[in-house]
């Protein structure tokens, strides 16, 4: 009876350490020392270091938010090279703490996955790269072309439905990771190549061969929001990163930018007092520091200075902000009121 006992006792503190381990919050963040944040460090477009060795690109500015709001400067950061078919597995080993650019995200993965999407950090244009036909004039003339493509992402059943509905009969042929995939592109092996507008750029733009001659195809597969993911068990990193994301919409929504943040600090707005920290107690809450976003937005920018320093006008991307445009613009980018 005592053995029952002390076996039930053990099992019920057993359990109760694994409840407490998973939904960690930041613990872990805050003992390592550092954030670590999941990209695709292959590609060069979502991170990559100057001569100098600083980082730069969407998902190097996205993790320098979030170390800001963690440890209150935005040095306590480590980017971790994750292809798309890793980030399950990167997550639910603790090898990254978030996920960020070119990570899949389907309703099979979020049923049996590890992961969580927090919170939407821009849209992206699945487009089609192709190797220069000047005879070509439109999508018809490359029915029943080979396509590359990643297995098991959303990339892949996009470009079904869209084969399926023009009726192209494009052949698929799977990779596991964008590396290999471009590699078999650039060597002929398929016509075709469909992913992330972003990625296919930057095959352009890093072209050395010159004998080689590619482009985007004007037709729009899809339009993809690109989340920040995390551990699935870890109910309070996704509040908290989805909140973080929010700050900076938020910020610019009611029109606090780089230049002028110090200025708002004496407004009486109850939810511009909670966003600088003015009020502290509910940044507290989040175990976040309070003046983090006077600290982020002073250095890196609100959500729009990011994105076309990033992404946008300001960068050699030069994607117009369109879907990720603010709501009130006409895009998709919503935030709340901090309360």
């Given at each position: 009876?005592?053995?029952?006992?002390?076996?039930?006792?053990?099992?019920?503190?057993?359990?109760?350490?694994?409840?407490?381990?998973?939904?960690?919050?930041?613990?872990?963040?805050?003992?390592?020392g550092e954030?670590?944040?999941?990209?695709?460090?292959?590609?060069?477009?979502?991170?990559?270091?100057?001569?100098?060795?600083?980082?730069?690109?969407?998902?190097?500015?996205?993790?320098?938010?979030?170390?800001?709001?963690?440890?209150?400067?935005?040095?306590?950061?480590?980017?971790?090279?994750?292809?798309?078919?890793?980030?399950?597995?990167?997550?639910?080993?603790?090898?990254?703490?978030?996920?960020l650019g070119n990570a899949p995200g389907t309703a099979s993965k979020d049923i049996s996955g590890r992961t969580t999407q927090a919170e939407i950090v821009y849209y992206v244009r699945q487009m089609i790269l192709a190797h220069k036909n000047e005879t070509a004039t439109s999508m018809e003339d490359f029915k029943g072309k080979k396509i590359c493509v990643i297995t098991d992402t959303d990339d892949y059943y996009n470009m079904q439905d869209f084969s399926d509905k023009y009726k192209l009969d494009l052949r698929p042929l799977?990779?596991?990771?964008p590396d290999a995939a471009?590699?078999?592109?650039?060597?002929?092996?398929?016509?075709?190549?469909?992913?992330?507008?972003?990625?296919?750029?930057?095959?352009?733009?890093?072209?050395?061969?010159?004998?080689?001659?590619?482009?985007?195809?004007?037709?729009?597969?899809?339009?993809?929001?690109v989340y920040a993911q995390v551990l699935k068990d870890n109910q309070k990193l996704r509040t908290s990163v989805k909140w973080i994301i929010n700050a900076l919409t938020l910020a610019e929504k009611r029109g606090i930018n780089s230049k002028n943040v110090d200025i708002f600090i004496g407004l009486k707005d109850g939810s511009i007092k909670n966003l600088l920290?003015?009020?502290?107690?509910?940044w507290n809450k989040f175990e976040l520091y309070p003046t983090w976003v006077r600290t982020a937005i002073t250095e890196l920018g609100n959500y729009g200075e990011i994105y076309e320093k990033n992404l946008g006008s300001l960068s050699e991307f030069n994607i117009a902000?369109?879907?990720?445009?603010?709501?009130?613009?006409?895009?998709?980018i919503a935030s709340q009121s901090f309360y």
């Open positions: 009876m005592k053995q029952k006992i002390c076996f039930l006792c053990l099992l019920g503190c057993l359990l109760s350490a694994q409840a407490w381990a998973a939904d960690a919050g930041l613990r872990f963040i805050k003992t390592r954030v670590l944040c999941g990209t695709d460090l292959s590609a060069g477009t979502f991170a990559k270091q100057d001569e100098a060795g600083y980082w730069r690109g969407i998902d190097a500015d996205m993790c320098r938010v979030f170390s800001t709001a963690i440890f209150g400067r935005s040095d306590r950061f480590k980017l971790v090279d994750v292809k798309p078919n890793q980030v399950n597995s990167a997550i639910a080993h603790n090898k990254i703490d978030i996920m799977f990779f596991k990771n471009k590699e078999a592109f650039l060597l002929k092996r398929c016509d075709l190549y469909t992913g992330n507008e972003l990625y296919l750029k930057s095959i352009i733009d890093h072209m050395s061969d010159t004998s080689v001659q590619i482009e985007i195809l004007p037709e729009v597969i899809a339009e993809k929001p920290g003015v009020n502290p107690d509910l902000r369109d879907k990720n445009n603010l709501i009130e613009n006409g895009g998709l």
